[in-house]
């Protein structure tokens, strides 16, 4: 078994590989308008080195995508293959995406997780992040 590195993702290169990532990746990843390859465009265009993907090799294990607006980070889309699952890649990701978020003078960063998904809720608390009582409100725009 090779070493898992991350790297940068890269627009379009990479593009479809990770979309396909995406949509294996179960009910927790929930794709839309915005994940169309405009809009993936329009997003590495502002946070290009908070896109990262996990490979072992040249085989694409894991993807993330963060953002920060200068105030606030947010993570989404986190996706790990299921035969790399409970190796360490969701955490090595998320924390190379936290430090760069750090790097950026982020002191606070949000994800979302969907109702009823226990598996991811379990692995972002055990990896220190806290549920907060909100509501989360959408309005679409285009």
Not at 72 to 79: D, E, K, S, T
Not at 114 to 132: K, R, V
Request: net charge negative; proline share 2%.
């Amino acid at each position: 078994m090779e070493q898992i590195h991350i790297r940068q993702f890269d627009y379009p290169a990479d593009y479809q590989a990770v979309r396909s990532l995406w949509a294996s990746a179960g009910a927790g990843i929930q794709l839309g308008r915005s994940d169309e390859p405009a809009e993936i465009y329009k997003k590495v265009q502002r946070d290009p080195d908070l896109f990262l993907l996990a490979e072992e090799g040249d085989n694409l294990v894991g993807a993330v995508m963060g953002g920060f607006d200068g105030r606030r980070g947010m993570v989404y889309h986190l996706a790990v293959a299921e035969s790399y699952r409970r190796r360490g890649v969701g955490r090595m990701m998320m924390a190379e995406l936290e430090k760069r978020l750090r790097e950026k003078g982020c002191i606070r960063c949000y994800l979302l997780v969907t109702n009823g998904n226990a598996q991811a809720l379990h692995f972002y608390n055990e990896i220190g992040w806290m549920e907060m009582d909100l509501h989360i409100l959408a309005r679409d725009l285009a």
